[in-house]
């Protein structure tokens, strides 16, 4: 089965190309109950899949120079409800019990899930084409307040100078 050109791809499916590239970010980690607040540094390398109806996403966030959070993200469009869907599986063990949904506002995509310990949500807003923001936010079960998990700004990079993935 051949997979199909980019250009015959939805309008959806296409957005999700902003995500494919090797990235490079510096990060503000807030204090969590999972996380000491301070610096890191992170490497994103994000690739189309089955003709663009998909991107991989692998993420290493560095602190102290050890790595200290993983997770692959799996990037999809539901063309039916016209949401982007994200599926999550990272080094925290979390299984995720659905996929985190979310739309474009603008160049900038929103994606939030559910689960039992609460909320999340992620941000991840472009800056041209060689630039962009996430910011990570999670709201505890039973509160009304989101906390600020992890921001950052990353840059895209040469694939080659992202190493071990």
Do not use: C
Not at 91 to 120: D, H, I, K, Q, Y
């Amino acid at each position: 089965m051949n997979a199909a050109p980019f250009s015959s791809l939805s309008d959806g499916h296409q957005r999700l190309q902003a995500l494919v590239s090797a990235w490079r970010g510096e990060e503000e980690v807030s204090e969590t109950q999972w996380a000491d607040a301070g610096a890191a540094t992170s490497e994103v390398l994000a690739e189309a899949q089955f003709g663009g109806l998909f991107v991989v996403q692998r993420y290493r966030q560095r602190r102290d120079g050890t790595v200290s959070f993983g997770a692959h993200n799996v990037f999809g469009f539901d063309q039916q409800n016209g949401l982007v869907t994200m599926h999550q599986f990272d080094s925290m063990e979390f299984v995720p019990m659905s996929p985190a949904t979310g739309t474009w506002n603008g160049s900038e995509l929103v994606l939030e899930r559910s689960s039992p310990r609460g909320a999340a949500r992620v941000t991840y807003s472009f800056e041209g084409t060689d630039t962009y923001r996430m910011k990570l936010q999670f709201k505890p079960a039973g509160s009304d307040a989101w906390q600020d998990m992890v921001s950052g700004l990353y840059r895209r990079v040469s694939p080659s100078s992202i190493n071990g993935f």
